[in-house]
């Protein structure tokens, strides 16, 4: 029974968090730019809008010229889930690659960073005026949970050590469509209803910040429109085509 | 806190550093609000005259429509994380504490309409989404605050995912617009261009008088008969240029500067009534569609004359539109010469004809000036000039190098593409926003204090007819000169030894000859 109820309860969610995001890209993607607004200084190339986008996406370099204390909190945070995200992988996948066996225990570093970056994120957001003044319930919650998902993953490393060996056949059951029993610890049920929550989630509220920096046009766009004719699909009628 | 706020003064809390942050002051600019447009100018642009019946409706509508029109608009209302990293970055928020003046703060105006109506999260939990219902408030608010963004784009640049509150303003202004809520500054002047051709309704006859006067200054003053050519068919440049540079002070010292340029550099040029103005106040109010018609008069202007080239005067939205939309609005331009770029900055024509060699200073005529520049948004994170990314700092800048002994920069995190604003762009430029003028300028007036004190700097260079307009108006009230501004042209042309000039001759140490043909 219990078994059954997370099994489909992450289906779900996975199934909710792929169409929704699938369904948002696609509307960025087919939304027209109608016109040539990169910030500048631009890049003049594709290439160039490449590296540009790649400084955004992995140092953060717009954040690290507006604040050095978000910045700090913000990449750590980032940084270390992505290495804890490639830790969890080692549940997925039998047999475990060297490289995710390499990186275990950094991974649980990670999500000791993580924690202690969102909980400094969170500190600012009580904190400072402005920054409080800006956020809405939906910010405090979006912080709690993932220190909740974190915290709960925590818990099984080093205090209510659950049963791995039976969680891993879970979850590669549930990757293999053959369904394995999931073992009833109350802090790996807590951390995968999280999980499954802020899947869940992820198309409908800020967290589309993640597909959507790769359709901004102020990051997105070639400082080119001197040398190429920028034409938009729409409207403008009146332009010569 | 309101009550600390109307204690702003200019002398006292012009020094300090620019960037310093100020006390929150919840509401302390919500009473500041533009003049609305009247019925006549509203229905001039195709507005609806006065705010519609079933307003709510329709600004409802529009919002879906330019969702789906503009893939920033739906972007930047999405992304933002409220992070906060642009919260101090707006230079309307450090000289006025109003939170609402945090660009993040400004989206949300906006993105709270968004969530509510479009959005599944804002339709079911609003509360807990920060989503709104719209209401006469909510409109309220929207008329002031998006009043108090001049879109300079400072924020942008330091926000993670570009978010360009400039956009959000513009889209804001142009429901406003839609739902017969306009602003009478800018809807005027658009209508204006559209009837007359520039922004002051400045009629033919008194332009062709003030260059036949500028003409006959400068003959005096040099002893070369600079002319100042309008509507001559077959020139090979048109040169559009911000109306202000026809009358007002430092607009004209501008003016002057590029016709003799353009005198020394030998190539045929023209003005034209149809285009004498450059401004594009389309992109102000959000309006593609004044924008373009606005923009289609200089495509018309361009094959009526025949010219071959178009360059543009010191003009920092002008420019923007000019350089990144022109070729979107009104091109393809291939009726032009490709060999040069289309369109071209004047100081990019001056700089070029320096480069060659071609153009000779008396840099010693500049020496009672100690100068900064003072980087215009429009110019400095919409454009570029040249061929390197941010030429449009180096430009300008390399251009007053040549042309005087005493350049400062001021504080780095004041210029460049992390410039401030003047305080008056985006179509705050009127007379009943001066108290958001004033505090909006606060930061680079600072800025300008400290290389005052520092290098002993008297004047500020700029290349934008706003920042020029504005700064004449807030330099005095901040202890400064009126005249510190000053445009780069206007350098150009005090420095500047036109071949076969009075100066020319005194410089080769003819003073004599030059007399005696005077
Ligand atoms: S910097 Fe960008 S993401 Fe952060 S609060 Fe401002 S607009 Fe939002
Ligand atoms: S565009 Fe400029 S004026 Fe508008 S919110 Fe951003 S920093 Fe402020």
Redesign the pocket.
């Known amino acids: 029974m219990l078994t059954s109820v997370f099994a489909v309860m992450l289906y779900m969610a996975t199934l909710v968090m792929a169409a929704g995001l699938g369904h948002r890209i696609w509307l960025y993607a087919t939304t027209p730019a109608p016109l040539k607004i990169p910030t500048m200084p631009a890049p003049t190339t594709r290439g160039g809008v490449v590296l540009r986008m790649l400084s955004e996406v992995v140092v953060f370099r717009s954040l690290f010229k ?1 604040n050095k204390w978000i910045w700090l909190f913000g990449w750590v945070f980032h940084a270390a889930l992505a290495l804890v995200v490639m830790r969890h992988l080692r549940y997925f996948l039998q047999p475990v690659p060297e490289a995710i066996v390499l990186i275990q225990p950094f991974g649980v570093l990670a999500g000791i960073a993580m924690v202690a970056a969102l909980v400094a994120l969170w500190a600012r957001r009580l904190l400072v005026p402005r920054i409080r003044y ?1 956020s809405s319930p939906s910010d405090h919650l979006m912080l709690v949970l993932l220190l909740a998902i974190g915290a709960s993953g925590l818990a099984m490393k080093f205090w209510a050590h659950t049963d791995i060996v039976a969680a891993k056949a879970f979850c590669l059951g549930l990757v293999y469509l053959d369904w394995q029993p999931l073992p009833a610890d109350p802090a790996l049920l807590v951390h995968l209803t999280l999980v499954a929550v802020l899947m869940l989630i992820f198309p409908f509220s800020k967290l589309l910040h993640a597909p959507g920096v790769f359709f901004s046009p102020s990051r997105n766009q070639a400082d080119d429109s001197r040398e190429r004719r920028h034409v938009p699909p729409v409207r403008l009628e009146a332009v010569p085509r | 806190m309101a009550a600390e706020q109307s204690k702003f003064d200019p002398v006292a809390d012009g020094r300090g550093d620019p960037l310093e942050m100020p006390r929150l002051a919840c509401g302390a600019m919500a009473a500041s609000k533009p003049y609305v447009a009247t019925p006549a100018h509203q229905q001039a642009l195709g507005f609806p005259g006065e705010l519609v019946e079933d307003w709510q409706d329709k600004a409802i509508a529009r919002l879906g429509e330019l969702l789906e029109e503009s893939r920033s608009l739906r972007v930047y209302l999405d ?9 101090d970055k707006c230079h309307y928020f450090l000289g006025t504490g109003d939170p609402n003046n945090m ?2 703060a400004r ?1 949300n105006l906006l993105r709270k309409i968004y969530r509510r109506y479009f959005t599944l999260s804002g339709k079911l939990f609003p509360w807990l989404v920060g989503a709104e219902d719209l209401t006469k408030d909510v409109l309220e608010e929207w008329y002031s605050y998006f009043h108090q963004c001049s879109q300079c784009r400072r ?1 942008s640049v ?4 570009g ?1 360009d509150t400039a956009e959000i303003s513009m889209a804001a202004r142009d429901i406003m617009d839609s739902i017969g809520l306009g602003q009478k500054y800018s809807n005027e002047i658009i209508g204006k261009v559209f009837n007359i051709g520039n922004n002051l309704g400045l009629q033919p006859k008194a332009l062709k008088a003030t260059l036949a006067g500028l003409e006959e200054d400068i003959e005096e003053e040099t002893g070369v008969p600079v002319r100042l050519p309008l509507d001559e068919k077959g020139a090979t440049i048109l040169l559009v240029t911000p109306s202000a540079d026809f009358f007002a002070s430092p607009h004209m010292e501008g003016l002057i500067g590029y016709a003799k340029v353009l005198h020394e550099s030998g190539v045929s040029w023209t003005l034209s009534t149809q285009a004498s103005e450059a401004a594009n106040f389309g992109m102000f109010v959000g309006s593609q569609d004044a924008m373009q018609k606005i923009a289609l008069r200089i495509r018309k202007a361009a094959q009526d004359l025949g010219v071959k080239r178009i360059v543009f005067g010191e003009c920092g939205h002008a420019w923007r539109v000019a350089y990144s939309f022109l070729d979107t609005l009104a091109g393809p331009f291939d009726f032009l010469d490709r060999n040069y770029p289309v369109p071209q900055h004047i100081c990019e024509f001056t700089h070029d004809l320096i480069q060659q060699g071609k153009l000779r200073f008396d840099k010693s005529k500049n020496d009672e000036f100690r100068l900064t520049f003072h980087d215009s948004c429009n110019v400095a994170r919409a454009s570029r000039m040249g061929r390197e990314p941010g030429g449009q700092f180096e430009i300008p800048r390399a251009v007053l190098r040549a042309v005087c002994n005493h350049f400062f920069d001021m504080a780095p995190d004041t210029i460049r593409e992390s410039t401030l604003c003047c305080g008056g762009g985006g179509g705050l430029l009127t007379d009943e926003l001066m108290d958001l003028r004033l505090k909006g300028a606060m930061p680079r007036m600072r800025a300008l204090r400290e290389v005052a004190e520092e290098h002993g700097v008297t004047h500020m260079a700029a290349i934008c007819a706003i920042c020029k307009a504005q700064f004449s108006k807030v330099l005095p009230q901040y202890g400064f000169e009126m005249d510190a501004i000053v445009s780069v042209h206007q350098m150009v042309s005090n420095a500047l030894v036109l071949t076969g000039s009075r100066q020319e001759a005194e410089l080769d140490g003819k003073a004599e000859v030059a007399l005696q043909e005077a």
């Open positions: 507006a800006i | 992304a933002c994380v409220r992070c906060g990293a642009c919260t660009p993040v989206q924020c330091f926000c993670p995912y978010v």
